[in-house]
């Protein structure tokens, strides 16, 4: 034969990966994926954090325009009936929205979210 052809025979008979290559490729890809993953996770989490943040935010900001171009004075009622009347959905993750103090919360997001707080823990 011919050293053409026996080089030719070879490339025939090693035309695939072996086992061992592919293993290595999968545990590569693994550990990629183990790095990857919960910090694309984390992102979404801090997202949606900061999403309800700036929807609160400017709800908020346009209630006191509101209430100022009326002439309104500041009260529960008066919120409740422009969140339900202008209030879309704030919180990407449902929660409740609460007005106390002059601040718009969420149930989810706020830290200051407890209705509780009166009442100190003994």
């Known amino acids: 034969m011919t050293s053409k052809k026996k080089t030719t025979m070879r490339?025939?008979?090693?035309?695939?990966?072996?086992?061992?290559?592919?293993l290595v490729t999968m545990v590569i890809l693994g550990i990629i994926a183990m790095i990857a993953v919960p910090s694309v996770v984390e992102l979404l989490e801090k997202a949606k954090v900061e999403v309800c943040l700036a929807n609160r935010l400017e709800l908020r900001n346009n209630y006191l325009t509101y209430i100022q171009l009326e002439g309104i004075q500041d009260s529960l009622v008066v919120f409740n009936e422009y969140f339900n009347n202008y209030g879309d959905e704030i919180c990407p993750e449902h929660g409740v929205v609460i007005y106390k103090d002059g601040e718009v919360l969420c149930s989810i997001h706020s830290e200051s979210g407890e209705e509780n707080e009166d009442v100190p823990f003994l």
Do not use: C, R, V
Not at 11 to 22: N, V
């Open 11 to 22: 490339l025939l008979k090693e035309k695939g990966f072996t086992l061992i290559e592919l």
